[in-house]
């Protein structure tokens, strides 16, 4: 049978990382634990569980979670963030694979739990997210601070029945802090790659929400699902936003230096 190596990156996450960790011990034969240098216990967590921890200065998600990869020893690897957990489903469908590795990547739905209500609609929801592959055939890559796994050849993933259970957002004040965190990363990333405009930031977020709330049915989430699709609008109308900002300000920068010449 194949060995699985699991692989964490962490930052302050001493509220969640003992459930995640422990939701890994039946499926994977290592965890590695990556992180940042947390001032809280996250540490202290991590070493009592009996992981490999390592710490690592921070740079941007992929080549965190890169670098993590470089630390493992098998060729299997199942990655999680902190805040996620295995539901017992989706263990059962890694240890019913892990006999034959019938493909060299995997994908799972998740299921994300917003001011303490599991979000079934919207969105969020099946959510497939791509966390167990080949490591021989390849990593991470994309964009931050979305990254995704990027392979030297075609392969088509194969779902796994279970879900990853995600511990997204207590309240709105943490949600609207993480999407203000995601939208300056964003603007970082593709300011003076990518246009933006007063139009596509209504447009776009507007759509957002109508697509979250009315297509995918988030109105059926209640009060949550509203709220859910509120984030992810102004999540949008941020990273819009910010970027027309960071465009201006490099062409007025560009502008200024031509006058000089």
Not at 28 to 50: H, M, P, R, Y
Not at 217 to 233: C, I, S, W, Y
């Amino acid at each position: 049978m194949s060995k699985i190596s699991a692989t964490i990156i962490t930052y302050n996450e001493e509220k969640s990382i003992g459930e995640c960790i422990d939701s890994l011990k039946s499926v994977a034969d290592e965890i590695i634990v990556v992180d940042s240098f947390s001032n809280d216990s996250t540490k202290q967590i991590c070493l009592s569980k009996g992981v490999r921890f390592v710490e690592h200065p921070f740079k941007n998600y992929i080549e965190q979670k890169n670098y993590a990869l470089s630390l493992t020893s098998f060729d299997h690897i199942i990655c999680l963030d902190a805040d996620e957990q295995l539901s017992d489903e989706l263990k059962e469908s890694i240890l019913s694979i892990k006999e034959s590795w019938p493909s060299e990547a995997y994908k799972m739905n998740r299921l994300s739990k917003y001011g303490g209500k599991w979000i079934r609609h919207g969105n969020w929801y099946p959510d497939r997210q791509l966390r167990l592959w080949n490591k021989k055939m390849g990593g991470w890559g994309g964009k931050n601070p979305h990254e995704s796994l990027v392979f030297k050849i075609r392969i088509k993933p194969m779902q796994l029945s279970g879900d990853i259970l995600h511990e997204a957002y207590s309240d709105s004040s943490e949600a609207m802090n993480k999407m203000q965190s995601y939208s300056e990363i964003f603007s970082r990333e593709y300011a003076g790659k990518v246009s933006s405009s007063v139009f596509k930031i209504i447009v776009h977020s507007s759509f957002t929400f109508f697509k979250s709330y009315v297509i995918k049915r988030g109105v059926f989430d209640g009060f949550e699902g509203l709220m859910v699709a509120v984030a992810e609008a102004n999540h949008t109308f941020y990273k819009y936003a910010k970027l027309y900002e960071a465009n201006r300000r490099l062409a007025d920068e560009k502008r200024a230096s031509q006058k000089k010449d």
